[in-house]
Protein backbone atom coordinates (compact mmCIF):
# COMPACT_ATOMS: atom_id res chain seq x y z
CA UNK A 1 0.00 0.00 0.00
CA UNK A 2 1.79 3.08 -1.36
CA UNK A 3 1.64 6.32 0.78
CA UNK A 4 -1.86 7.83 -1.09
CA UNK A 5 -3.35 5.10 0.16
CA UNK A 6 -2.58 5.22 3.66
CA UNK A 7 -5.55 7.12 6.05
CA UNK A 8 -5.16 11.17 6.44
CA UNK A 9 -4.45 12.45 9.69
CA UNK A 10 -4.50 16.15 10.47
CA UNK A 11 -1.30 17.51 12.69
CA UNK A 12 -0.43 20.71 13.55
CA UNK A 13 3.02 20.49 11.72
CA UNK A 14 6.03 19.28 11.46
CA UNK A 15 8.30 21.31 12.78
CA UNK A 16 8.74 23.78 15.44
CA UNK A 17 7.60 24.52 19.36
CA UNK A 18 4.03 23.54 18.01
CA UNK A 19 4.39 20.76 15.94
CA UNK A 20 4.50 17.01 16.43
CA UNK A 21 7.57 15.63 17.86
CA UNK A 22 10.37 15.38 15.55
CA UNK A 23 11.18 12.01 16.44
CA UNK A 24 7.59 10.12 15.73
CA UNK A 25 7.27 11.16 12.31
CA UNK A 26 8.58 8.12 11.04
CA UNK A 27 6.40 5.87 12.75
CA UNK A 28 3.55 7.98 12.50
CA UNK A 29 3.92 8.02 8.40
CA UNK A 30 4.20 4.00 8.66
CA UNK A 31 0.54 3.80 9.40
CA UNK A 32 -0.52 7.32 8.20
CA UNK A 33 -0.51 9.99 5.62
CA UNK A 34 -0.03 13.01 7.70
CA UNK A 35 -1.16 16.39 6.76
CA UNK A 36 -0.61 19.38 8.44
CA UNK A 37 -2.60 22.02 9.71
CA UNK A 38 -0.97 24.87 6.83
CA UNK A 39 -1.45 22.88 3.92
CA UNK A 40 -5.62 21.94 5.18
CA UNK A 41 -5.95 25.58 5.23
CA UNK A 42 -4.36 26.27 1.71
CA UNK A 43 -6.52 23.57 0.02
CA UNK A 44 -9.40 22.03 2.27
CA UNK A 45 -11.36 20.95 -0.77
CA UNK A 46 -8.49 18.32 -1.62
CA UNK A 47 -7.45 17.36 2.12
CA UNK A 48 -10.68 17.84 4.01
CA UNK A 49 -12.11 14.51 2.61
CA UNK A 50 -8.76 12.66 2.87
CA UNK A 51 -8.77 13.48 6.87
CA UNK A 52 -10.17 10.44 8.79
CA UNK A 53 -8.35 11.36 12.14
CA UNK A 54 -6.54 14.40 14.23
CA UNK A 55 -3.96 13.93 15.91
CA UNK A 56 -3.69 16.40 18.75
CA UNK A 57 -0.13 17.13 20.50
CA UNK A 58 0.47 19.91 22.77
CA UNK A 59 -3.44 20.83 22.49
CA UNK A 60 -3.17 21.57 18.40
CA UNK A 61 -4.59 21.93 16.03
CA UNK A 62 -7.84 23.16 18.03
CA UNK A 63 -10.72 21.67 16.74
CA UNK A 64 -13.50 24.09 16.06
CA UNK A 65 -16.85 23.64 14.80
CA UNK A 66 -15.56 25.09 11.56
CA UNK A 67 -12.90 22.44 11.46
CA UNK A 68 -15.40 19.30 11.97
CA UNK A 69 -17.82 20.21 9.38
CA UNK A 70 -14.89 20.62 6.96
CA UNK A 71 -13.92 17.40 7.73
CA UNK A 72 -16.26 14.86 6.33
CA UNK A 73 -14.34 11.88 6.90
CA UNK A 74 -13.48 12.04 10.37
CA UNK A 75 -13.62 9.85 12.44
CA UNK A 76 -11.56 9.70 15.98
CA UNK A 77 -9.73 13.36 17.26
CA UNK A 78 -6.67 11.25 19.30
CA UNK A 79 -5.37 13.78 22.27
CA UNK A 80 -1.94 13.40 23.66
CA UNK A 81 -2.00 13.63 27.52
CA UNK A 82 -5.03 13.38 30.17
CA UNK A 83 -6.28 16.68 30.16
CA UNK A 84 -9.73 17.59 27.94
CA UNK A 85 -10.00 21.34 28.75
CA UNK A 86 -9.39 22.31 25.36
CA UNK A 87 -12.05 20.09 23.46
CA UNK A 88 -15.67 20.55 22.97
CA UNK A 89 -16.85 17.00 23.80
CA UNK A 90 -20.43 18.12 23.82
CA UNK A 91 -19.67 19.20 19.91
CA UNK A 92 -17.41 16.50 18.73
CA UNK A 93 -19.98 13.78 19.87
CA UNK A 94 -22.73 15.86 17.95
CA UNK A 95 -20.82 15.42 14.87
CA UNK A 96 -20.43 11.24 15.16
CA UNK A 97 -17.00 11.47 16.20
CA UNK A 98 -14.89 9.44 18.95
CA UNK A 99 -12.34 11.06 21.36
CA UNK A 100 -9.09 9.12 23.19
CA UNK A 101 -6.58 10.36 25.18
CA UNK A 102 -3.53 9.35 26.69
CA UNK A 103 -4.19 8.93 30.93
CA UNK A 104 -1.96 5.64 31.50
CA UNK A 105 1.19 7.49 29.39
CA UNK A 106 1.11 10.32 31.70
CA UNK A 107 0.37 9.60 35.38
CA UNK A 108 4.17 8.09 36.23
CA UNK A 109 5.87 11.07 34.59
CA UNK A 110 3.31 13.75 36.29
CA UNK A 111 3.39 12.06 39.65
CA UNK A 112 7.41 12.17 39.34
CA UNK A 113 7.33 15.98 38.43
CA UNK A 114 4.41 16.43 41.75
CA UNK A 115 6.77 15.19 43.71
CA UNK A 116 10.13 17.01 42.83
CA UNK A 117 8.08 20.37 42.57
CA UNK A 118 6.80 19.30 46.08
CA UNK A 119 11.04 19.07 47.51
CA UNK A 120 11.95 21.87 45.10
CA UNK A 121 10.00 24.17 47.30
CA UNK A 122 9.96 22.78 50.32
CA UNK A 123 14.28 22.45 50.24
CA UNK A 124 13.84 25.88 48.34
CA UNK A 125 15.96 24.37 45.78
CA UNK A 126 16.16 26.95 42.67
CA UNK A 127 16.78 29.90 45.73
CA UNK A 128 19.86 27.54 46.86
CA UNK A 129 20.83 27.42 43.02
CA UNK A 130 20.88 30.80 42.72
CA UNK A 131 22.27 31.95 46.39
CA UNK A 132 25.29 29.23 45.06
CA UNK A 133 26.20 30.76 41.42
CA UNK A 134 25.86 34.28 42.59
CA UNK A 135 28.33 36.30 41.81
CA UNK A 136 28.50 38.16 44.94
CA UNK A 137 28.42 35.22 47.30
CA UNK A 138 30.99 35.02 49.97
CA UNK A 139 29.93 32.39 52.32
CA UNK A 140 27.12 30.04 53.03
CA UNK A 141 24.85 31.19 55.73
CA UNK A 142 23.98 28.05 58.52
CA UNK A 143 20.72 29.36 59.26
CA UNK A 144 19.40 29.38 55.47
CA UNK A 145 16.49 26.79 56.06
CA UNK A 146 14.02 25.17 54.36
CA UNK A 147 10.31 22.74 55.12
CA UNK A 148 10.76 19.23 56.35
CA UNK A 149 8.78 16.66 54.02
CA UNK A 150 9.60 13.48 56.01
CA UNK A 151 6.53 13.22 58.55
CA UNK A 152 4.77 16.18 56.86
CA UNK A 153 0.79 16.76 55.75
CA UNK A 154 0.04 16.12 52.63
CA UNK A 155 -3.25 17.30 51.20
CA UNK A 156 -4.07 16.07 47.36
CA UNK A 157 -7.14 17.34 45.60
CA UNK A 158 -7.81 15.30 43.03
CA UNK A 159 -6.96 11.28 43.70
CA UNK A 160 -6.99 9.72 40.38
CA UNK A 161 -4.38 7.90 39.02
CA UNK A 162 -1.75 11.16 38.78
CA UNK A 163 -2.72 11.65 42.74
CA UNK A 164 -2.67 7.93 43.53
CA UNK A 165 0.61 7.98 42.26
CA UNK A 166 1.73 10.79 44.47
CA UNK A 167 0.40 9.18 47.61
CA UNK A 168 2.51 6.48 46.66
CA UNK A 169 5.87 8.20 46.06
CA UNK A 170 4.50 10.38 49.53
CA UNK A 171 4.38 7.45 51.62
CA UNK A 172 7.97 6.67 51.09
CA UNK A 173 8.47 9.94 52.57
CA UNK A 174 6.63 8.92 55.08
CA UNK A 175 3.70 11.88 54.81
CA UNK A 176 0.55 12.04 56.17
CA UNK A 177 -1.64 11.66 53.27
CA UNK A 178 -5.20 13.30 52.80
CA UNK A 179 -7.27 13.65 50.00
CA UNK A 180 -10.05 15.08 48.60
CA UNK A 181 -12.01 13.69 45.53
CA UNK A 182 -15.53 13.80 44.03
CA UNK A 183 -15.66 10.00 44.93
CA UNK A 184 -13.87 8.02 47.70
CA UNK A 185 -11.52 5.40 46.95
CA UNK A 186 -11.62 2.05 48.15
CA UNK A 187 -10.99 0.97 51.64
CA UNK A 188 -8.38 -1.24 50.09
CA UNK A 189 -6.65 1.51 48.27
CA UNK A 190 -6.43 3.75 51.13
CA UNK A 191 -4.71 1.78 53.02
CA UNK A 192 -2.67 0.85 50.82
CA UNK A 193 -0.74 4.52 50.55
CA UNK A 194 -2.07 5.04 54.26
CA UNK A 195 -4.54 7.98 52.95
CA UNK A 196 -7.22 9.56 55.01
CA UNK A 197 -10.06 11.19 52.95
CA UNK A 198 -11.35 14.28 53.43
CA UNK A 199 -15.10 14.94 52.27
CA UNK A 200 -14.54 18.72 53.17
CA UNK A 201 -11.68 20.73 51.53
CA UNK A 202 -11.50 23.12 54.12
CA UNK A 203 -10.77 20.45 56.49
CA UNK A 204 -8.06 19.07 54.18
CA UNK A 205 -6.61 22.87 53.66
CA UNK A 206 -6.38 23.50 57.36
CA UNK A 207 -4.52 20.33 57.85
CA UNK A 208 -1.85 19.65 55.08
CA UNK A 209 1.73 21.41 55.16
CA UNK A 210 1.61 20.79 51.79
CA UNK A 211 -1.30 20.98 49.12
CA UNK A 212 -1.74 19.83 46.13
CA UNK A 213 -3.88 19.83 42.75
CA UNK A 214 -3.81 17.23 40.76
CA UNK A 215 -7.52 17.27 39.51
CA UNK A 216 -8.94 18.15 36.19
CA UNK A 217 -10.28 21.18 35.00
CA UNK A 218 -13.71 21.25 34.77
CA UNK A 219 -16.32 24.38 35.36
CA UNK A 220 -17.00 23.29 38.49
CA UNK A 221 -13.13 23.07 39.40
CA UNK A 222 -12.40 26.47 37.66
CA UNK A 223 -11.10 28.51 40.43
CA UNK A 224 -11.43 25.62 43.25
CA UNK A 225 -8.54 27.40 44.99
CA UNK A 226 -9.57 31.11 45.81
CA UNK A 227 -8.71 33.89 48.26
CA UNK A 228 -11.16 32.22 50.71
CA UNK A 229 -9.23 28.92 50.07
CA UNK A 230 -5.78 30.63 50.58
CA UNK A 231 -6.77 32.02 53.78
CA UNK A 232 -7.91 28.86 55.34
CA UNK A 233 -4.38 27.31 54.52
CA UNK A 234 -1.61 27.36 57.03
CA UNK A 235 0.86 30.14 57.14
CA UNK A 236 3.78 27.59 56.35
CA UNK A 237 1.53 25.73 53.48
CA UNK A 238 2.81 25.27 50.11
CA UNK A 239 0.60 24.95 47.03
CA UNK A 240 2.18 22.87 44.52
CA UNK A 241 -0.42 22.76 40.40
CA UNK A 242 0.42 20.16 38.61
CA UNK A 243 -3.35 20.29 37.16
CA UNK A 244 -4.31 23.21 35.43
CA UNK A 245 -3.84 27.09 35.75
CA UNK A 246 -7.37 27.65 36.01
CA UNK A 247 -7.85 25.91 38.80
CA UNK A 248 -6.50 28.69 40.94
CA UNK A 249 -7.27 32.62 41.35
CA UNK A 250 -3.65 33.70 40.11
CA UNK A 251 -4.39 37.52 41.90
CA UNK A 252 -5.53 35.75 45.02
CA UNK A 253 -2.38 33.28 45.05
CA UNK A 254 0.13 36.08 44.01
CA UNK A 255 -1.70 38.16 47.38
CA UNK A 256 -0.95 35.37 49.40
CA UNK A 257 2.16 34.92 48.65
CA UNK A 258 3.13 38.63 48.56
CA UNK A 259 1.60 38.85 52.45
CA UNK A 260 2.33 35.83 53.62
CA UNK A 261 -0.72 34.15 53.85
CA UNK A 262 1.27 30.83 52.81
CA UNK A 263 4.79 30.52 52.37
CA UNK A 264 5.10 29.49 48.81
CA UNK A 265 3.83 27.71 45.51
CA UNK A 266 5.10 25.45 43.08
CA UNK A 267 3.61 25.60 39.79
CA UNK A 268 4.05 23.61 36.62
CA UNK A 269 0.66 24.81 35.01
CA UNK A 270 -0.35 28.55 34.69
CA UNK A 271 -3.11 30.71 32.63
CA UNK A 272 -2.07 32.10 30.55
CA UNK A 273 1.25 29.85 29.42
CA UNK A 274 3.24 30.99 29.10
CA UNK A 275 3.01 33.88 31.42
CA UNK A 276 3.55 37.53 30.40
CA UNK A 277 6.69 38.20 30.77
CA UNK A 278 6.16 41.14 33.83
CA UNK A 279 3.44 39.27 35.56
CA UNK A 280 4.12 39.34 39.41
CA UNK A 281 4.45 35.51 40.14
CA UNK A 282 7.48 35.90 38.20
CA UNK A 283 9.03 38.47 40.42
CA UNK A 284 8.82 36.15 43.92
CA UNK A 285 11.54 34.39 45.24
CA UNK A 286 9.07 31.95 46.94
CA UNK A 287 7.51 30.63 43.41
CA UNK A 288 9.14 27.41 41.82
CA UNK A 289 7.62 27.30 37.94
CA UNK A 290 7.88 25.28 35.38
CA UNK A 291 7.08 25.06 31.78
CA UNK A 292 4.08 22.57 31.81
CA UNK A 293 5.87 19.64 31.67
CA UNK A 294 4.49 17.28 33.72
CA UNK A 295 4.41 14.28 31.23
CA UNK A 296 7.79 15.69 29.47
CA UNK A 297 10.14 12.68 29.29
CA UNK A 298 11.34 11.05 25.88
CA UNK A 299 9.89 7.90 27.19
CA UNK A 300 5.86 8.82 28.12
CA UNK A 301 6.14 10.82 25.28
CA UNK A 302 6.93 8.10 22.90
CA UNK A 303 4.36 5.91 25.05
CA UNK A 304 1.73 8.50 24.26
CA UNK A 305 2.19 8.46 20.30
CA UNK A 306 2.45 4.65 20.41
CA UNK A 307 -1.44 4.58 22.16
CA UNK A 308 -2.65 7.47 19.88
CA UNK A 309 -1.80 5.36 17.24
CA UNK A 310 -3.53 2.13 18.46
CA UNK A 311 -6.35 4.06 18.87
CA UNK A 312 -6.74 5.67 15.62
CA UNK A 313 -6.09 2.31 13.88
CA UNK A 314 -8.98 0.63 16.37
CA UNK A 315 -10.87 3.62 15.22
CA UNK A 316 -10.07 2.65 11.21
CA UNK A 317 -11.01 -0.83 11.34
CA UNK A 318 -14.07 -0.62 13.72
CA UNK A 319 -12.46 -1.76 16.68
CA UNK A 320 -12.97 -0.96 20.16
CA UNK A 321 -11.26 1.93 21.00
CA UNK A 322 -8.17 2.07 23.56
CA UNK A 323 -8.45 4.94 26.22
CA UNK A 324 -11.57 6.05 24.57
CA UNK A 325 -13.01 9.16 26.17
CA UNK A 326 -16.97 8.60 26.66
CA UNK A 327 -19.64 11.08 28.21
CA UNK A 328 -22.23 10.30 30.61
CA UNK A 329 -25.71 11.78 29.84
CA UNK A 330 -25.10 14.84 31.65
CA UNK A 331 -22.10 15.60 29.40
CA UNK A 332 -19.75 15.01 32.31
CA UNK A 333 -16.25 12.49 31.03
CA UNK A 334 -17.21 8.66 32.42
Known sequence: MGDQDLPGVLVSGLEGPHGICEDHIGDLQKHFTLITLQEFLENNTRFGPKVQAVYIWGGKPAVTQELLQSLPSLKIIASAGAGLDHLDLKLIASCGVKVANTPQAVSSPTADMGMALL??????????????????????????????????????????????KIAQRARAFEMKILYHNR?????????????????????????????????SLTPQTQRLIGKRELNLMKPTAILVNIGRGLLVDQDALVQALQTGVIKGAALDVTHPEPLPRDHPLLKLENV?????????????RRQMMENLV???????????????????????VA
Open 288 to 300: TLTPHAGSATHQA
Open 183 to 215: KRRKLEEEEAVGATYCESLDDLLQRSDFVLLAV
Open 310 to 332: ASILASLHGLPIPNEVRLNWDNS
Open 119 to 164: LAAARRVVEGHRLAIAPDTENFSTNWMGQEVTGATLGIIGMGSIGY
